[in-house]
């Protein structure tokens, strides 16, 4: 809580996501599963289920009709077919998510002890939502070509939201997680134009909604968001994962808006976990402690799960140097 508020923390608070290929590598190095019992636990989050769990190959469709496909191997699944096929909502019914069994669920989950941070993450609902419904090079093409239909898109989306996030707020939780990747490598996959025009509105209303109820609003877009930073500390974010620093410099974030958002992350995956020597990981978690943990706003993560192209001694440098930095 002190550090998503900006205030000045003990130690810098962390989340240590791993691939569980890399688990299992790290269980035989330490020799027992006893190493990860130092880990602590920070946050309790539970998503809203918009699949059931995916085959690891083949063919399987999610609840708003999407049909996905899972390959073998480490890697995403991908979309092979998407129900709207032409730039309409004529036919088409959204599912109901958050049934009265899941949501049961749900306050069972919060029902222990409030010993730590807890969140409901909100993921593929929203744009990732709006391409997995129409395809992403037909959603890009609906910004220009058929922007009424996407406009009426992303209302039906956001009223969604809404929804969730009014019966959300009825349980014992301290955050909504809302999970989109609006980054590429190099600024937005809509560009700011479109992102402003068609997302930004009705993300203030979702986050603005959650701010209402007394939540925390974290955000997770993956890549390069510096063109919109300004944009979602004026609409409401209070904590942006995933702060990959292969697209966004987190030290220069820490300068420019380090004192009006939170970030978590900024251990990249993409090339200081795969390609760095284990003492250069360590240097620079220690950087990134001091740096962007001066006066809170920071938990620090890797960006992504700690993947299987990560050595396994870089991967024992990572854990253990967040974990020294804690004192854990």
């Not at 290929?21 to 020799?31: F, K, Q, T």
């Not at 560009?191 to 609003?217: C, D, I, N, Q, S």
């Not at 958002?261 to 620079?284: M, S, V, Y």
């Amino acid at each position: 809580m002190a550090a998503v508020e900006h205030r000045e923390t003990d130690y810098v608070p962390y989340v240590i996501p791993i691939d569980p290929e890399v688990v299992e590598r790290l269980n035989r190095h330490y020799g027992s599963e006893d190493w990860r019992a130092r880990i602590c636990s920070f946050v309790h989050s539970v998503g809203v289920r918009w699949r059931d769990d995916p085959p690891p190959v083949g063919r399987w469709e999610d609840l708003f009709g999407v049909l996905w496909e899972s390959a073998p191997g480490p890697g995403a699944w991908h979309s092979v077919d998407v129900p709207l096929k032409q730039p309409t909502l004529e036919g088409y019914e959204f599912p109901e998510l958050l049934p009265d069994d899941e949501f049961v669920a749900m306050q069972e989950a919060f029902s222990g002890p409030r010993d730590r941070y807890r969140m409901v993450s909100l993921g593929m609902l929203f744009f990732e939502r709006a391409w997995a419904l129409r395809g992403m090079e037909s959603i890009l093409m609906d910004f220009h070509l058929h922007s009424e239909f996407a406009h009426d898109l992303f209302d039906h989306l956001a009223q969604m939201h809404l929804d969730l996030i009014d019966r959300l707020a009825s349980l014992p939780i301290d955050a909504i997680r809302f999970g989109d990747d609006f980054g590429g490598q190099r600024g937005l996959i809509m560009g700011t134009p479109a992102w402003r025009e068609f997302l930004k509105p009705r993300l203030a209303t979702m986050y603005g909604r959650a701010r209402e109820h007394g939540l925390h609003v974290w955000i997770h877009s993956c890549g390069d968001n510096s063109p919109i930073m300004e944009d979602l500390i004026e609409i409401g974010v209070d904590v942006f994962n995933p702060f990959q620093p292969e697209a966004q410099d987190p030290y220069e974030a820490k300068s420019q808006w380090g004192d009006r958002i939170a970030f978590e992350g900024g251990i990249g995956t993409q090339e200081l976990l795969p390609r760095a020597t284990p003492d250069e990981i360590r240097n620079e978690i220690r950087r990134l402690c001091a740096a962007v943990g001066r006066g809170g706003g920071f938990i620090i993560s890797p960006t992504k799960p700690i993947m299987p192209d990560v050595p396994v001694d870089n991967a024992v440098a990572c854990v253990e140097e967040i974990l020294a930095q804690a004192g854990h």
